[in-house]
């Protein structure tokens, strides 16, 4: 989903628009990269300073769900590399949402040192091991000023400090979204400084393109 508003923070609700796409992944290429050209392909309406939510299917493994599978879930869910993380950037996406167990690839987190069977089958199968195909990432910590080189999780590190942000294991009526722009509102808990929580997403379909902030937190949320 996709459209535009102020930047998110999670101490208050956060409405703005934005499109759902479904990304086509090549299935021969597991665990697959989320790449520009495949989001770009995907058909939705994306705009500078949109809200980007990108639906795969892996919800579908996800606990309760008729083809639950936890393993494949957390261990073999897709996910983007930097070349997106430059493109979200550039793009000015607001914040973005998957439905997957983490919104850095698989082989782009822990799971690669905690299942090396798996970093290995990877690795037969690209040629490259993990933490060579997804490269290192340099960035200046705003705060400290320390120079940080990493390369693992750059969607939980360097994009958070840019002002990305994003929602993990998305769900629910997600399917019913594939391809429209709509008004999005995500209501995380009500608290300062919290690293992470759950957070109620929804998407308003006939708000239009123009809402009126009403209260004084989403005022000031909204003029940030």
């Not at 997957?100 to 199968?125: V, W």
């Not at 957070?199 to 123009?210: S, T, W």
């Amino acid at each position: 989903m996709s459209r535009s508003g102020s930047r998110p923070r999670f101490t208050s609700a956060r409405i703005s628009t934005a499109p759902c796409t479904r990304p086509t992944i090549p299935k021969a290429t597991w665990p697959a990269v989320i790449t520009p050209e495949i989001i770009e392909g995907a058909g939705a309406d994306i705009r500078d300073g949109d809200i980007l939510l990108l639906h795969t299917g892996w919800h579908r493994h996800y606990e309760g769900q008729p083809r639950q599978d936890l393993v494949k879930y957390f261990c073999f869910h897709p996910g983007p590399n930097l070349d997106t993380l430059h493109w979200m950037l550039k793009k000015k996406i607001r914040w973005w949402g998957m439905d997957t167990g983490s919104c850095d690839h698989a082989m782009n987190t822990s799971i690669r040192t905690m299942r090396p069977d798996l970093a290995a089958k990877f690795t037969k199968l690209h040629g490259k091991a993990p933490a060579e195909f997804f490269g290192t990432f340099e960035y200046s910590h705003k705060k400290s000023g320390r120079r940080v080189t990493a390369d693992v999780f750059p969607f939980h590190s360097w994009a958070f400090q840019e002002g990305l942000l994003h929602a993990e294991n998305l769900g629910g009526d997600i399917e019913l979204m594939l391809n429209k722009r709509a008004l999005i509102g995500a209501f995380p808990w009500r608290y300062q400084g919290l690293e992470a929580c759950p957070c109620r997403i929804v998407a308003f379909l006939d708000a239009g393109e123009n809402v009126e902030a009403v209260g004084h937190a989403a005022k000031a949320i909204m003029a940030s």
